[in-house]
Structure formats: structure tokens, C-alpha cells
């Protein structure tokens, strides 16, 4: 029997982009079902896991200088243009996030918006907060941007995009992307894939 994948994620995290990007062929090749659950990673954090803002704070933090390299090298591997950070970052992904929620139910839809999402953001180094930028790249994916537009500003929408982020954060989830096998196995970020893909491939 196909085993399944939920994958909560922010548009507004470049960890995420490289494991977006690099679920998909998994998704492909396991023949696993997959969900894609739009969160606002900002709200996980402020409830879970506030060390993260401290860390961004310490210029000097070894490890944080070094994962810009690994990034890069990540982005390489992946085939993504990852110009990172950008003037907007730590970027505000509210608004982003609301159009991802508003295409939720047509998760091709909300696929495709994703990606031209993010290659606005990281590639393109436009403002993930703009929702002018957001219409555009919904646009291009060959979307009605300015009815995803319409639709994220509905407070069913709002109020969807808060249902998933609390979710997240009960059932354990930190950050993005926190990535569910079967329900409830947890898996964290682009470099946990390999483990995500050993427990689809279980019998």
C-alpha cells in the first residue's frame, strides 16, 4: 500500500526551496501520495522555537557563517538560483503564505504557485511580501494571480493558514519543512530526505 507524505512548509525559508525542489522527483520515485501544507513558520517559531532569532543575532556564529556555504553547494546539487540572502531578508511571508492557503485544495495549483513563489524570492530576489510580486509569479505559473489575490485575503483563508500552523506545532513540528510519513513520523529539512525516503519505501 502507498504510503503518504504531508509537508508543511514557509515559502520564505531557502532550506525549504532546496527540499521542495528535491521532494519532488522522491515523491516521484518512492510512488508515494503527498500533501503540501501551507504554515507560517514565523508563528512556529515564536511558539517553540525561539532560539532561532538569537542565532541570527550572532554574526560571528561559526556554523551560521558556514551554512551559507552549504547552502550554495545545496543550491548547486539541486539546480536552483539561490541569490541569498536578499535585501528583504529576514522576510515577512504572511502574505505568501496566504495565497499558498488559498490554493491548498488544488495542490498542483498550489505547487506550481510555490515554485514561481520561490523563484521570485530566492532567484529573482523579489519582495515575498508584495502582494503585486505574489500575483506576478502566481501569473507566470498560469494561475488567475489576481483571483489567488482575492482569495487570500478571505478570513476562511486566514483562518486555514492558523489551523495549519498550530497543527504543526502539536504534533510536534519546529520549523519548516517539518515533513509527516504515515502521520505521524517527523522528519525535519532538505537534509533529512534521505530518511524520509527509506520510510516511504518501507513495505
Known amino acids: 500500500m502507498s504510503r503518504h507524505l504531508e509537508f508543511f ?19 516521484a520515485r518512492t510512488g508515494a501520495s503527498a500533501t503540501f501544507r501551507p504554515i507560517l513558520v514565523g508563528g512556529v517559531f515564536n511558539a517553540v522555537n525561539q532560539s532561532v532569532y538569537a542565532v541570527r543575532e550572532q554574526s ?54 510555490a515554485r514561481a513563489a520561490f523563484e521570485s524570492y530566492f532567484g529573482a530576489q523579489d519582495n515575498l511580501d508584495d502582494p503585486a510580486v505574489l500575483e506576478a509569479a502566481a ?9 489567488i489575490r482575492d482569495a487570500a485575503a ?21 520549523g519548516s519543512p517539518s515533513m509527516f510519513v504515515d502521520g505521524d513520523d517527523m522528519y525535519f529539512g532538505n537534509d533529512q530526505l534521505p530518511l524520509v525516503e527509506a520510510a516511504l519505501l518501507k513495505a
Open 154 to 174: 478571505s478570513d476562511a483563508v486566514k483562518a486555514r493558514l492558523r489551523a495549519n500552523t498550530d497543527e504543526v506545532i502539536a504534533r510536534g513540528g519546529y
Open 60 to 113: 560571528d556564529n561559526r556554523k551560521l557563517q558556514h551554512s551559507w556555504k552549504v547552502l550554495g553547494d545545496w543550491a548547486r546539487l539541486a539546480g536552483v538560483e539561490m541569490n541569498f540572502p536578499s535585501r528583504w531578508h529576514p522576510a515577512k511571508s504572511v502574505a505568501a503564505m496566504r495565497f499558498a492557503t488559498a490554493l491548498e485544495p488544488d495542490q498542483p495549483a498550489l505547487i506550481a504557485f
Open 9 to 27: 512548509f514557509d515559502l520564505s525559508s531557502p532550506w525549504t526551496y532546496l527540499a521542495f525542489t528535491n521532494v519532488q522527483p522522491l515523491i
Open 139 to 147: 501569473t507566470r505559473a498560469g494561475l488567475d494571480g489576481a483571483a
